[in-house]
DNA sequence: GTATATTTTATTGTATACAATTTATTACTC
DNA sequence: GAGTAATAAATTGTATACAATAAAATATAC
C-alpha cells in the first residue's frame, strides 16, 4: 500500500520542517521566525506555521515573545548543563528499572543493539554508532516498562540531540562510549538496578561534562550565553 | 498601578482558563472539547481556542485526534502511576540538590514554610494545607538551583494536582505529610542528599499508592480505565 | 427488518481580511 | 547635531470565510 500521511493537519507537518530545521541548526538559536516569510516559504497560510510555532514553543525549542514574534530558542551553556543533569537522572531511572523490569526477549534485543553498536565502532563508523547509539538509550527507556518515562527520556534526548552529536566528533568518544555501554548493559542484565542506575548518570554526566568543554573551546557555541541574541539575518 | 494583563494575548488566557477547568473536574477527562462552543462560551473567535487547544495538548492535557476534534485527556490508572513514579524521582532528585546546594537564606524560607504547615494542621485546615503544601513543594524545586529540573517539577506537580488534591480528603493524610515534611526538612537542613531524595521519593510514592487505593474505591475514577471514553454531554 | 450505500449535516483545518501594537522612520525642538 | 515627539510601516493577534473530511441520517436493496 501506498504510504499516506498519518495526519492531514498541515499545521504538524509545519512543525517537523521547522524543528528538523532547528535541531539541525538551519535555524540557528537567536534567529526570528517570521510567521509570513515561512508561510510564504512553505507555501501554506500563516495559520498552519503559528500553530507550529506555539506547538515548538510548549516543546521548548523557540520562544515567543507577545506581540513581539518568535525566535529559535537560546540555549545557553549553563541551561544545557542544568539539562544534562536532569537527562542524566532520568536515563539513570530507567536503568534502575530496566534492571528490574527487563523481560528476556528485551534482554535479547538489548544485548543485541550492543552488539551493533560494536561493529560500528570498528568499522570506525562515527554516524552509524551516532545512530544505534540513540536505538540503544531508547531501547533502556522503554525496558524501564513506565511509558510516562519512555515518552519524557525520549523527549529530552531529542531536544539534546543537536548538542551531544557534537562530542561524537572527539577523538575516541566512541570507544569509550561503548565501553561505558558494556558496563551499562552488564548491571543491567546482572538485575543491578543501583548500579545500572549509577553508570547510566556517570554516563550522561561524562557527555555534559565533555560538552562543558566544547563549549567553551567552540565560537559557534561561545556566543550562546545567556544574554540578548545577535540579530541573524533572515536571507 | 492597575494591575494590567501582562499578555496581551487571549490564547494564553484561553488556555489558562480551560486548563483550570480541567484540572479542576468542570471539564472531566474524555469530555469533547468544541472548538465553536468553547469561542462562543467565551466570547472570542475559534482562533484564539484553537491555539489555547494546541497548547494544553502539547502539556498532556488534551487530546487532539486529527479531524475528530478535542477532549480532556484521560489518565487512566495505570498511566497515573506512571507518571507518579517519575513525579517520586524528580521530587527526589530535587531534593538531593537542595540538601548540596540550598543557601542560607533559603534555608530560612523553607523552615518558615514548613512552621506555615503545621499552624495549617493545627488549624485542622485542609484547603490552606494543601496551598502552603504546594509552596513547600516549590521551594525545593527552586532549592535544587536547577531552574531546568525546577520548570518539570512544578510542570509535572501541576499536572497531577486535580489527582493529588483528592487525597487531602483521607483522614489523617495532613498529619501524616506533615510528618513526613519535617524528615524532609530535616534531611536538607543537614545537607544529607541521599536521605532527603530517599525520603522525598518515599513521600509522593506514598502519595501515589494512596492514589491507587483511592482509584479503586471511587466509582467516579473507576471508570477511568485505559480504553475508550464514556461520550459526556456537553450541556 | 437488517445491512449497505448515499446524502446530508456538522466540525475541523486553512486561508484571508482586519485590528492592534510594536518598531522604524521622519520631523521638529533645543 | 543630538534628543525627543509624531508619524509611517511592518508584524503580530483575532475574526471570519471557505474548503475538506468525518459523523449522522436517510434511503435503498435484499
Redesign the pocket.
Known amino acids: 500500500m501506498e504510504s499516506k500521511p498519518r ?8 512543525g517537523d520542517l521547522i524543528e528538523e530545521r532547528i535541531v539541525t541548526g538551519v535555524y540557528p538559536p537567536g534567529m ?6 515561512l ?1 510564504s516559504g512553505f ?9 507550529a ?1 506555539i506547538q515548538l514553543s510548549s516543546a521548548g525549542l523557540v520562544e ?7 525566535i529559535v530558542a537560546e540555549i545557553g551553556p549553563h541551561r544545557l548543563c542544568e539539562m544534562f543533569e536532569v537527562m542524566a537522572e532520568l536515563e539513570a531511572m530507567c536503568g534502575r528499572l530496566a534492571a528490574r523490569r527487563i523481560t528476556e526477549p528485551d534482554q535479547q534485543v538489548l544485548a543485541a543493539a550492543h552488539q551493533a553498536c560494536e561493529d560500528a565502532r570498528e568499522a570506525n563508523d562515527p554516524d552509524t554508532y551516532y545512530r544505534l547509539n540513540e536505538r540503544f538509550h531508547h531501547l533502556i527507556y522503554a525496558a524501564s516498562h513506565n511509558g510516562f518515562l519512555e515518552e519524557q527520556a525520549a523527549a529530552l534526548h531529542r531536544r539534546l540531540r543537536p548538542y551531544r552529536r557534537l562530542q561524537l566528533r572527539v577523538r575516541d568518544r566512541m570507544s569509550t562510549s561503548f565501553a561505558e555501554h558494556a558496563g551499562i548493559v552488564e548491571a543491567i542484565l546482572a538485575q543491578d538496578g543501583e548500579l545500572a542506575a549509577e553508570r547510566l548518570r556517570a554516563h550522561v554526566v561524562v557527555q555534559g561534562q565533555r560538552f562543558a568543554d566544547l563549549v567553551a573551546s567552540l565560537p559557534m557555541l561561545g556566543g550562546l550565553g545567556r544574554g540578548q541574541a545577535k ?1 541573524v539575518s ?1 536571507a
Chains 1, 2 share one sequence.
Not at 515567543?64 to 518568535?70: E, L, T
Open positions: 495526519t492531514s493537519r498541515r499545521s504538524e507537518q509545519m526570528r521566525l517570521d510567521e509570513t516569510e508561510a507555501g501554506v497560510s500563516r495559520t498552519p506555521i503559528r500553530e510555532l515567543i515573545r507577545p506581540r513581539r514574534g518568535a540579530p533572515k
